[in-house]
């Protein structure tokens, strides 16, 4: 709460402030589950709208009335809609240890040279051969899951493959 009340010069500003937090804080927090039906994220919602509050406080003449909870209510539904939306365009991609960038071990595992050239692979080009080749998803998934436009994951692309197969030609297997 000291973070809030920081952010504000004016020490009456400061106290409604910090009536408004005490009052609803719990209301905001059960409004924010039940949109989002996550805890950790209904706490972030609930700590977005004090800070969007704190920046607007001079809207609220009483801390404690009908439309200062509606006040409350409305800034706490939208960041906990916007917190949901940015979850569900996020693509959550399930990585096997390997394509996160642990390293292989060669020695114990018999593979086959292609195998054997991929895990030898920067923990990037790996991910990126994995995610196109083991589990079949587009280059836009795979900008859309990485963060990169489409146009890097395209140079990605590139560069993956000539590694593996300059690794693969090290190897002696010929394409």
Known sequence: M??????LPDSSDRAKLEQVYLRYRGLMFHVASRILNNVSDAEDAVHQSFISIAEHIEKISSPVCTKTQSFVVTIVERKAIDI????????VVPLEDEAAG???????AR????????GRLSARYR???LLKYDCGYSNQEIADMLGLSYEGVHSLDRRAKKKLKALLEEEGVTL
């Open 84 to 91: 949901y939306r940015r979850k569900t365009r996020q693509r």
């Open 127 to 129: 991910q990126y051969i």
């Open 2 to 7: 000291l973070v809030y009340l920081e952010m």
């Open 111 to 118: 593979l086959g040279p292609l195998a054997a050239a991929i």
């Open 102 to 108: 642990l390293p292989v071990d060669m020695e114990s």
